[in-house]
């Protein structure tokens, strides 16, 4: 026979076909070999064989491949299985291995071994018979298409009906995404191999806020469509799973350059997105780990990524590497979120007067001054300061959230009194809870705080999410106008992120907007070309609202908004929160900052 029809025959025959090379790594495989098991040549060739098969079945088939001599060179008895697909599916399998001839291959000294496959009803549906193909003689390519693509669709005909219950146990029923059992199985197999294994935790930061908000059918909207983002930004051997809630992790293997992965993620993740027909940019923490040494296993690995994970909530939309250091702050959060036991211990901080309120400086850039300070919760737990993301998520679901809400305002208005004294323009800020106006009483109950410390109540500021306005009833927007006209001033936190749109700030009892971090981190070099900030700023404006930048962390970032005409920064870079005792130092420290970036380009 013609050596080009052979290899015709062998390249395009109905049955799936490779060659092992002496250490079972594919050095071939055919067109049927490829739909059988949807992968691409590209992502086979050298890799393991044993990555087509199902852990259980892997030792035997090494076992058989080691059992092959050039004495029985003939096929032996077929090897029954189940073999893995790339979409997780098992499926049943009849293996024939046999060595080439001497010659063939890699040569006399390492001969080969073609494996032929067979899989129940894999010929069907390579000949378009596959039900969801309507008998096209294309549903080979269709399928193919499907599993390079991650769909959602039910695994392939060929897999029985246990088959597919067993896939079904392994996958998320919303996003098809394999869940926390597949990624796990994945994880340890790909750190039996010596190539980089690489694992990012991720989790959708206000994914409660939008349940709330917009209600669960969005919310599960916004959980398909990260799905579908995740799956769309790394390759299709990698794995991208859904362990639950908000939660996503992703399994890099030979990769070169996990980092850009992440940066890559994270940038898609940033762009809004429409739900419920709200637009939304959702935000997302991640945590990114790397093998280091062959005796770090899946648990340790993931252990990292999660405390990374932790580390990166502390900063809205960011992620970052491990650092051995994290592992000490999620120490403190485990002692935090444990249900019940949690909430004990915050409720005897409360009792106790352990929630203490430390402060951070806005600056006036038109002024050149420090206008205002704002006020956070911090609680000193075992000698540390536990952040306030990881302890205020326990506190509003228990109910503590209200205290903690009215002792931080007493403190403010008390501890800042003196330095609002010296200027009726200062003023103190305090974040709110949505949850506190659930008190019909909550205005009157802050006028009063106001009055008995001593404090004008056009020096106190109230900071609501963007969230909260949303949601707003009838009832929250009474008391928010009923505190207006007493004179405390409003603002939308976290402005930008999607909630509400900005011709409703119209209707909304505001006096200033505060632009999110997010939006700031994405000034880098302060040349970037983003024109929401100017139309965001240009509109507040327009209604007679202020605006304040928060995050800033950089003096391009201060030079940027100070172009862009923003009333007031916020951030590291003129200081970070501290006690009122260090008020003094803060103000020093701002001013400081305040004048390198007016002189930064």
Same mark, same amino acid.
């Given at each position: ?12 025959? $109905? ?50 491949? @080691? ?37 063939a291959g890699a040569g006399p000294a390492a001969p080969s071994v073609a ?26 390519? +269709? ?10 669709? +039910?695994? @392939? ?36 191999? $010596? ?59 030979? !990769? ?37 040494? $062959? ?117 403010? !208005? ?11 323009? !200062? ?16 205005? @009157?109950?802050?006028? @009063? ?16 999410t963007e969230s909260t306005f949303f949601a707003a009833d009838t009832a ?25 749109? $900005?011709?409703?700030?119209t209707e909304l009892p505001l006096d200033t907007v505060k632009i999110d ?85």
């Amino acid at each position: 026979m013609d050596a080009g029809l052979a290899q015709l025959l062998l390249e395009h025959g $109905p049955d799936p076909m490779l060659l092992l090379a002496p250490d079972g790594s594919i050095s071939y495989l055919n067109t049927a070999a490829e739909q059988l098991f949807g992968y691409s040549r590209s992502q086979l060739l050298g890799t393991d064989s044993s990555l087509l098969l199902a852990e259980p079945c892997r030792a035997d088939f090494r076992a058989l491949l @080691a059992g092959l001599s050039g004495s029985a060179p003939r096929p032996g008895k077929p090897f029954t299985g189940s073999g893995r697909r790339a979409d997780g599916t098992d499926i049943p399998l009849d293996i024939t291995c046999s060595l080439l001839p001497a010659g063939a291959g890699a040569g006399p000294a390492a001969p080969s071994v073609a494996v032929s496959v067979r899989g129940a009803g894999h010929r069907a549906e390579l000949h378009g018979n596959h039900p969801d193909d309507g008998g096209s003689t294309a549903g080979g390519a +269709a399928h193919r298409r499907r599993t390079l693509a991650a769909s959602t669709a +039910a695994p @392939a005909a060929f897999a029985g009906h246990d088959d597919q219950v067993r896939a079904g146990v392994l996958r998320d029923p919303l996003t098809s995404l394999p869940n926390g059992t597949l990624f796990n199985a994945r994880l340890a197999a790909a750190l039996r191999r $010596p190539d980089p294994v690489d694992v990012l935790l991720l989790n959708l930061d206000d994914l409660r806020n939008l349940n709330d908000v917009l209600g669960r059918s969005a919310a599960d909207q916004l959980l398909v469509e990260v799905a579908g983002r995740l799956r769309n930004y790394v390759r299709p051997h990698d794995t991208v799973a859904r362990l639950g809630g908000g939660e996503f992790a992703v399994l890099l293997t030979e !990769c070169l350059n996990a980092e850009a992965v992440a940066a890559r993620i994270a940038e898609s993740l940033h762009v809004p997105l429409r739900v419920g027909g709200s637009l939304v940019r959702p935000g997302v923490s991640m945590g990114l780990a790397s093998r280091t040494s $062959p005796t770090l296993d899946g648990a340790e690995l993931l252990r990292r990524a999660d405390a990374a994970m932790t580390a990166a909530k502390t900063g809205k939309n960011a992620w970052l590497r491990f650092r051995p250091e994290m592992l000490n702050s999620v120490a403190i959060t485990a002692e935090v979120d444990t249900g019940a036991d949690g909430q004990a211990g915050l409720r005897q901080a409360v009792e106790l007067g352990q929630i203490s309120v430390q402060y951070q400086p806005v600056v006036s850039p038109g002024l050149g001054a420090v206008v205002q300070f704002e006020a956070f919760a911090r609680w000193e737990r075992h000698g540390r300061l536990v952040p306030p993301n990881q302890f205020l998520p326990v506190a509003e679901e228990s109910g503590l959230i209200r205290e903690i809400g009215d002792e931080v305002m007493r403190r403010a !208005c008390a501890e800042i009194r003196p330095w609002l004294a010296g200027d009726a323009a !200062c003023s103190v800020s305090v974040n709110v809870s949505g949850l506190q106006f659930q008190n019909r009483d909550f205005a @009157a109950e802050v006028l @009063a705080i106001v009055a008995s410390a001593g404090v004008d109540p056009r020096q106190l500021m109230l900071e609501l999410t963007e969230s909260t306005f949303f949601a707003a009833d009838t009832a929250v927007l009474r008391q928010l106008r009923q505190l207006r006209e007493a004179g405390v001033r409003i603002a939308m936190d976290d402005f930008g992120t999607g909630y509400v749109s $900005p011709d409703r700030l119209t209707e909304l009892p505001l006096d200033t907007v505060k632009i999110d971090r997010s939006l700031v981190a994405m000034v880098r070099t302060g040349q970037e070309q983003l024109p929401f900030f100017a139309i965001m700023i240009d509109a507040a404006h327009a209604l007679g609202l202020k605006v304040t930048a928060e995050g800033i962390e950089t003096p391009a970032q201060a030079r940027y908004l100070m172009d862009r005409g923003c009333d007031s920064l916020q951030g590291y870079l003129f200081a970070r929160p501290a006690p009122a005792s260090g008020l003094a130092g803060a103000m020093g420290s701002a001013l400081t900052a305040m004048a390198r970036a007016d002189t930064a380009q």
